[in-house]
């Protein structure tokens, strides 16, 4: 019995660890988006919009990292405890942030057809 014990938590460890390096990746790929967009849109009918689109993606790519980080430490621990729970905040502060980023990219693109 106990050996089922180990090998499920073994497995709930790898989970928790593919779930932080998709954190990672995310967060990772919106800073490269970030910097990609900054560069390549600065030259725009609306360069303000744009450099506030591109550090709020950068932002968001560096709190997701943060996160992340802190996602898997707790949970790690709350795994070895058998306490582990759902996320919740973290969920809530990643979607906030990303629809902020969606709407001021709907403006950059309004913005942006304007002649």
Do not use: K
């Not at 180990?6 to 779930?19: K, W």
């Not at 988006?33 to 919009?49: F, K, R």
């Not at 759902?86 to 001021?104: E, I, K, R, W, Y």
Request: a positive charge.
């Amino acid at each position: 019995m106990g050996r089922a014990d180990h090998e499920s938590r073994a497995r709930t460890h790898l989970a928790n660890e593919r779930t932080f390096l998709a954190w990672f990746r995310t967060g990772v790929t919106l800073i490269a988006l970030g910097l990609a967009a900054g560069q390549l849109l600065a030259s725009g009918t609306a360069p303000g919009l744009v450099n506030l689109l591109a550090v709020t993606v950068v932002i968001a790519g560096i709190a997701l990292l943060i996160i992340g980080r802190a996602r898997y430490e707790r949970s790690r621990g709350l795994i070895d405890a058998g306490a582990y729970h759902p996320a919740g905040v973290s969920v809530d502060f990643s979607v906030a942030v990303f629809v902020a980023a969606g709407v001021l990219a709907i403006v950059l693109i309004f913005v942006g057809l304007r002649p």
